[in-house]
């Protein structure tokens, strides 16, 4: 149910919030006139390529640079060493928040030891990136290869080598919640269910891949960065700290930005190499990953195996759930947002949605000699809503109680809210019974199940599945980042101006990536002062132009930054409205903005524009009294108060067709219906569902990151590792449930990850449906045709 | 992911193209649609001395019919290939296969030549010319040579075709009137490289296969004739025994590669259920004639 929240500015007739209107930055791209950092060209740029380890794990013996140092265009060549000399000192990928993690210190390119294959080992400078890999060919390095740690089912056993034998072992974290009694709801139970999951690695596969453009002017000793990044103040914190430049001399610019789910709100030690390169040439210096450097070098994420246990009733209501999570990390914590957000994630939301009071569950993070782990879209809640939404549609089997039906019985009621979750969380405001009977209606429920029957008597095997979910979005400074010592905002900030011409100029911290953050900004501006869209120009991703904030990640942008804008713009507005009933010798209260102009309220006719008072604010300051000591600007920060984040809802819903001959899926429909509070956007909330959508598909059916025995990555193209494609993809109805927020006036809450967390559950769950008959059952994740097809005993 | 420098050199003719393939041996690469060879470059997982770019030698392309054969020049590409009536009616195999060549955009700039000549073991064309008992022409300074379809393709990336020839024509039967033909491919993602595929080619009468060819890839280092899986199916009614005993006879006939895509195990029972679908489908189609 919808709460009531009084109407607002926001709610008038024609806002423009709840509108969906297209991206400027869209006209731009289609035109081919982005403009992303590797476009921007300053004169006498150099480019950086590296030598990067091929083994897993290998002492570095020797290094021989002298033959590349010779090759024509080389401007430096440099070693992990020299490199650490200019750096203040190593990272270690741990928060205080996360209470005994350890991480070994770890250098921005390998010195001693390489400890994956990929880690940078020696930086090339030349003129042209051709020339830098042609040098790179030509560095010596002797190694001693090193036993590597594969397994993390095995990393803990005695007798398993020890990566970083300064800390003892493999364990990077362990951590276990429990609330209520599990072992005695499980004695109690009608039915237990348990299964074992597995996820293999992923990465983000952003269309631009990681890019920085580096360039250190000596005399003012100012460093300008630009970088295809999501949270640009933080690159300047830790860009500055890490090279020993005052963080104020540190601008950091991103540009258009071709994607980023997450890989780019992370520091890379390539990215620190090629900016000391820049300081030490005084040159421009460019690094572009190319496509194997993504792969072999991005952060990897969800490679996890998870035990899970589920108790119920007869009468099909749940009364625990337990699990036990081993999480696969890389050779070190990735600096400074750790490679254990991912374990906690799936502890924080396994069953979320659901009523029970019992729950246990505990994790452990290994390290590996492969890539380090980190956030990645949705991070955990793949696997969490996997693993819980599974067990729940086995459970419901064995109860003989439709799992449409076994949800509706076990969700958390739409009126309970706040209340606190099974894993000690505070929810409030979400919409499990509204999002799943609006599902049961949008899917036609009972309809596709006849018509599922009707196919099984043709031997066609058609699978129908669920998952409801929650997801964390919008973190507040109570949890992780802030409370952890790392140099991460919590909070958002927007800066907005009225200009002498009536137009707005908007500066948020929050930053675009291609999803329209911009635009929404601009919405919702536009919308609270009552001027065109037009009049409007947000700013974002430049830390010399915008206050500060923690950028775009965790689904924050609209739930933070457009709170911020709002509140910003209605300063913004009381002083206009105040300036104007000065020299209307009216009371601001009575007067409105509309369409640019001041009004009275209730009326369309102009009384002033506001291109009069910026004109009078600006340039005529002596026609108002010297009382009013305007500043046409304002400047708002947002942040949650207590709350770990804010959470929504939703549910999903999958129609697939599985060939049990060939153990290949072809998925037929999708829906998603979730309530992200107040849509500002509807087109663009929808695609950053669908686009989640796809992303989740995508692990559950294709990507994996594939390691051999000796650690070597097998599928490092586009070619082997499988992104899905528009093809193979079905239609995705979305539906929006709008439960405002009560932590914010917006009542915006995050959406661009909702997709991505249950799509994995919902298609398994679909594809199990399909193949119940036969006897089989999948779960492991990707589903590869080999997968069913040994589910279905047929290899 | 930039090439290591090599000399490049854009043949005027076909005269000139052979001349510097001798000349060069295996230093020199020929470059046709590059829609292999340049990501191989780029990744420095080939390095040539020399390409020798054979794009606008004009007289290397097209697609004519004479005496009943279809002759299609090596620097022919796909998306001509695809929309030749000339092929749709003489050759649906092919016509039916070109769906599963790749994407669009390769298939602008990609060639059958290219294809045939660096025999990738998961690639369509190479299979249909086995399955269609092409004959491919090669080219060297010393003239001439034609080498059946079955003694071309001799393993992984090998073919019968020497360092200094040149494949300049594929010379396909067309089919014949009362002939049937079907091509499957099983793909994770529409246009990927096969897991397993079959291109197969039969004569039928009363549900009976009297001719047949059934030719596999995406499993084995090269295109790979069924002949026991043929065996058991010629001159036999079609019958649910008669697809068991073609699938139990490829067992036989096949050696399939372990890789990414699935365990040998597993493209076996692929290819086994191709198998019985193709068999199915040729039934279907020689009914519907």
């Known amino acids: 149910m919808n709460k009531e929240t009084p109407l607002t500015l926001l709610d008038k007739p024609n806002s423009y919030v709840g509108r969906t209107l297209s991206r400027d930055a869209a006209k731009r791209a289609v035109a081919g006139r982005g403009r992303y950092t590797d476009d921007i060209m300053p004169a006498r740029t150099l480019h950086a390529a590296f030598v990067r380890s091929p083994y897993g794990h290998a002492k570095i013996l020797s290094i021989d640079v002298e033959a590349a140092k010779q090759q024509q265009g080389v401007a430096l060549v440099m070693t992990g060493a020299e490199l650490a000399e200019m750096c203040t000192g190593p990272w270690v990928g741990t928060l205080v928040c996360f209470d005994g993690m350890k991480s070994e210190p770890q250098h921005p390119m390998a010195i001693d030891r390489a400890c994956w294959q990929g880690e940078p080992v020696v930086m090339v400078v030349a003129t042209s990136r051709a020339e830098a890999e042609d040098a790179a060919e030509l560095v010596t390095v002797e190694y001693e290869e090193l036993p590597v740690v594969i397994d993390k089912e095995t990393a803990l056993d005695p007798g398993t080598p020890i990566i970083h034998p300064n800390l003892g072992d493999n364990l990077a974290f362990e951590k276990t919640i429990e609330t209520g009694d599990v072992e005695k709801a499980v004695a109690e139970a009608d039915i237990v269910i348990e299964d074992t999951f597995t996820f293999g690695r992923h990465t983000a596969v952003s269309l631009e891949p990681r890019a920085l453009l580096a360039e250190y002017d000596p005399g003012t000793e100012r460093l300008t960065i630009h970088t295809s990044s999501q949270c640009p103040h933080m690159i300047q914190a830790v860009f500055a700290r890490t090279l020993g430049v005052p963080e104020h001399n540190v601008r950091i610019v991103a540009p258009d930005v071709g994607g980023s789910f997450g890989l780019k709100i992370h520091t890379f030690g390539d990215e620190i190499a090629a900016t000391a390169a820049a300081i030490k040439l005084a040159r421009p210096v460019k690094f572009i990953a190319d496509r194997l450097e993504s792969f072999a070098t991005d952060i990897h994420a969800r490679e996890n195996r998870v035990k899970g246990r589920i108790a119920v009733t007869k009468e099909g209501i749940i009364t625990s759930m337990d699990i036990d999570v081993r999480s696969g990390a890389g050779a070190y914590s990735q600096y400074p947002r750790t490679s254990v957000f991912e374990a906690n994630q799936i502890l924080n939301i396994t069953g979320g949605p659901y009523a029970h009071e019992n729950y246990r569950a505990s994790t452990q993070v290994v390290y590996l000699n492969k890539v380090p782990t980190s956030q990645y879209r949705a991070v955990g809640h793949p696997i969490g809503n996997t693993v819980g939404e599974s067990l729940v549609d086995q459970a419901a089997a064995a109860c003989g109680i439709d799992p449409m039906e076994f949800r509706r019985r076990n969700v958390m009621r739409d009126d309970s809210y706040p209340r606190i979750s099974a894993a000690g969380i505070e929810m409030r405001d979400l919409s499990h019974q509204q999002c799943l009977e609006t599902l049961v209606d949008r899917m036609g429920y009972d309809a596709l199940l006849e018509e599922q029957a009707e196919y099984r008597k043709k031997g066609i095997q058609r699978g129908i599945g669920i998952a409801a979910f929650i997801k964390g979005t919008a973190p507040g400074p109570a949890g992780y980042y802030g409370a952890g010592g790392a140099p991460i905002s919590s909070q958002d900030s927007c800066t907005i101006k009225l200009e002498p011409s009536g137009g707005v100029i908007c500066m948020v911290g929050v930053t675009d990536q291609g999803q329209g953050v911009d635009t929404v900004m601009g919405q919702i501006a536009a919308a609270t002062l009552g001027i065109p869209m037009e009049s409007v120009r947000v700013i974002e991703g430049d830390t010399d132009a915008v206050p500060y904030g923690g950028g775009t990640y965790a689904s924050r942008a609209t739930a933070i930054g457009g709170e911020a804008t709002y509140q910003a713009a209605m300063m913004l507005r009381a002083e206009i409205l105040e300036i104007a009933g000065v020299l209307l010798q009216a009371e601001p209260d009575t007067l409105d903005i509309l369409d640019g102009h001041v009004v009275d309220k209730g009326d369309s006719a102009s009384r002033i524009s506001l291109a009069e008072i910026g004109r009078i604010g600006h340039f005529q300051v002596a026609e108002l009294p010297n009382h009013i000591q305007h500043t046409l600007s304002a400047t708002y920060r947002f942040r949650l108060k207590d709350a770990l984040y804010i959470f929504t809802n939703g549910i999903q819903g999958a129609y697939v067709e599985v060939d049990t001959d060939t153990g290949f899926i072809k998925l037929l429909n999708h829906w998603v219906i979730e309530d992200c509070g107040r849509v500002i956007n509807p087109q663009l909330a929808d695609e950053q569902v669908r686009g989640g959508c796809v992303q989740g598909l995508g692990g559950a059916l294709y990507e994996e990151c594939v390691y051999d025995s000796a650690g070597q990555l097998q599928n490092a193209t586009l070619a082997d590792y499988l992104v899905p494609m528009a093809g193979e993809m079905p239609d995705i109805e979305v539906a929006h449930i709008q439960t405002h927020t009560g932590v914010s006036e917006l009542g915006a809450k995050g959406v661009g990850e909702s997709g991505t967390g249950a799509a994995p559950a919902v298609v398994m769950n679909a594809v199990n449906d399909a193949i119940r008959p036969f006897g089989g059952k999948v779960t492991a994740q990707p589903m590869s045709p080999e997968t069913i097809l040994k589910a279905l005993g047929k290899v | ?289």
């Open chain 2, 1 to 289: 992911m930039k090439a290591p420098k090599f000399n490049y050199i854009r043949a005027e003719s076909r005269q000139q193209a052979l001349e510097l393939l001798d000349q060069l041996g295996e230093d020199g690469r020929i470059l046709a649609g590059g829609q292999s060879l340049m990501p191989t470059l780029n990744m420095r997982l080939s390095q040539p001395g020399t390409l020798i770019d054979i794009n606008k030698v004009t007289d290397l392309s097209g697609i004519t019919l004479e005496d009943g054969i279809v002759r299609i020049g090596a620097m022919t590409r796909h998306v001509e290939v695809a929309n030749s009536p000339i092929i749709a009616e003489n050759l649906p195999l092919i016509a039916e296969a070109m769906q599963h060549v790749a994407h669009h955009a390769v298939r602008n700039r990609g060639t059958i030549g290219g294809s045939i000549a660096l025999a990738d073991p998961a690639a369509e064309m190479p299979a249909c010319v086995l399955a269609l008992g092409a004959t491919l022409v090669v080219e060297s300074i010393n003239g001439r040579r034609e080498i059946a379809a079955e003694d071309y393709f001799k393993g992984l990336y090998e073919t019968a075709r020497a360092a200094n020839e040149l494949l300049v024509e594929i010379l396909i039967p067309a089919e014949k009137s009362d002939n049937v033909s079907v091509f499957l491919e099983l793909a994770q993602r529409h246009g990927d490289f096969a897991m397993a595929g079959l291109a197969c080619v039969a004569r039928v009468s009363n549900k009976t296969f009297e001719e047949l060819r059934l030719v596999y890839f995406g499993s084995e280092d090269r295109p790979t004739l069924g002949a026991g899986a043929i065996a058991a199916v010629v001159g036999q009614t079609w019958s649910a025994e008669c697809k068991e005993a073609a699938a139990n006879a490829l067992a036989d006939d096949l050696d399939p590669m372990t890789n990414l895509q699935g365990s040998a195990a597993m493209k076996l029972h692929l290819q086994k259920v191709l198998t019985g679908r193709a068999l199915d489908a040729a039934i279907e189609r020689a009914e519907a004639v």
